[in-house]
């Protein structure tokens, strides 16, 4: 099995930046493609950004974060990151980590971010 925790929402001001960070344990040996996703309230959960099994491989975005979110992966398969800039209040949402391993999906709990002034 794959553990996966998210840490690094919070309340920013539209235009400001977070980082999202995933840390993974348990079997990351499984670990394929990763991604983000989020879901605000009464919205169904969406895609953000997905992301192969190194850096250097495939990256996909949604059509609304393109050229504001980065997604990236750390080393040896145990961290996931975003990088979010220029956020708008229609970024406000639960972001979920997401890991496809040989056993199946597994999803993080979600961390809140909040975008307002």
Do not use: H
């Not at 961290?79 to 980590?97: F, R």
């Amino acid at each position: 099995q794959v553990q996966l925790v998210e840490s690094g929402g919070g309340l920013v001001q539209p235009g400001g930046s977070l980082r999202l960070s995933c840390a993974a344990s348990g079997s990351i040996f499984s670990i394929g493609t990763m991604g983000w996703y989020r879901q605000a309230p009464g919205n169904q959960r969406e895609l953000v950004a997905t992301i192969g099994v190194t850096s250097n491989d495939f990256t996909n975005y949604a059509d609304s974060v393109k050229g504001r979110f980065t997604i990236s992966r750390g080393n040896a398969k145990k961290t996931l990151y975003l990088q979010m800039n220029a956020l708008k209040p229609e970024d406000t949402a639960v972001y979920y980590c997401y890991a496809d391993t040989d056993y199946g999906g597994y999803w993080g709990q979600g961390t809140q971010v909040t975008v307002s002034s």
